[in-house]
């Protein structure tokens, strides 16, 4: 009778750690999921997906922090938030968390907040150059130009090839009437990348402030093509 019952409890636990494998296992393929809809820009489809994996399986914080991202791809910042927020009572240490939280925070309005998240996720991770990035645009918009400018320059070491960070360091330069480093951001952001619009329409301004007036309007040009409608509207009004 004993062995009987010892098997029949055997069977029961080999039962119950084969349906938590499933459980996981699903979980995981649902994540999966979510991830190629999320990268395709279907947001509300990966919502779907996250939300199916973290109800089998509550603690994964990676579903909870792309649902995180998802949401705010849907333009649901606050239940980015609460996401985010979730998946950090978690893991603590999670930083990319914090710097998606910034972000969605940023979105909301709570620059400060958002500067708190993302200087968070610098502590756990110095190397983490979108959290730089991140916070030398919230840093832009409280008006601490020099933070900001520092905070890129990291960016641009961590990532030399940067367009974006060498692009909005030299518009911070040019606030600060810096026009020779503004332009040699400029130019950096379109040797990295010469499809780069906003580069071309922002030297294209320089050249312009400068006098440089043919200069101006064959930067005017390429932005133009490449899909700007400012550098459209002063080419069709400026330039032959």
């Not at 641009?156 to 909005?168: C, E, H, M, S, T």
């Not at 040797?191 to 005017?220: F, P, T, V």
Request: charged share 25%.
């Amino acid at each position: 009778m004993k062995t009987r019952t010892i098997l029949i409890k055997f069977i029961a636990a080999l039962c119950v750690i084969s349906a938590l494998s499933c459980t996981k296992k699903d979980a995981a393929s649902y994540y999966a999921s979510g991830m190629e809809k999320l990268k395709a820009g279907k947001h509300t489809e990966a919502i779907d997906d996250f939300t199916t994996a973290i109800n089998l399986d509550p603690k994964m914080v990676d579903a909870l922090n792309n649902r995180g991202n998802a949401k705010s791809g849907a333009g649901d910042f606050h239940g980015a938030v609460t996401d985010f927020t979730r998946a950090i009572a978690i893991n603590p240490e999670y930083y990319k968390a914090f710097n998606n939280r910034g972000a969605a925070r940023n979105e909301l309005g709570d620059v400060k907040g958002a500067i708190l998240d993302y200087t968070r996720a610098l502590e756990l991770n110095p190397k983490y150059a979108n959290a730089f990035y991140n916070r030398g645009l919230a840093r832009l918009k409280t008006g601490d130009t020099n933070g900001a400018i520092e905070d890129f320059s990291t960016t641009i070491r961590l990532n030399p090839g940067d367009a974006d960070a060498y692009n909005i360091r030299g518009l911070a330069f040019a606030k600060l009437k810096n026009y020779e480093a503004a332009m040699g951001d400029f130019n950096a952001a379109i040797q990295s990348n010469s499809g780069h619009g906003m580069a071309y329409y922002n030297r294209g301004s320089l050249h312009g402030k400068a006098g440089r007036a043919i200069e101006a309007c064959a930067d005017m040009k390429k932005a133009a093509t490449l899909g700007d409608r400012q550098a459209l509207e002063f080419f069709t009004s400026h330039c032959k």
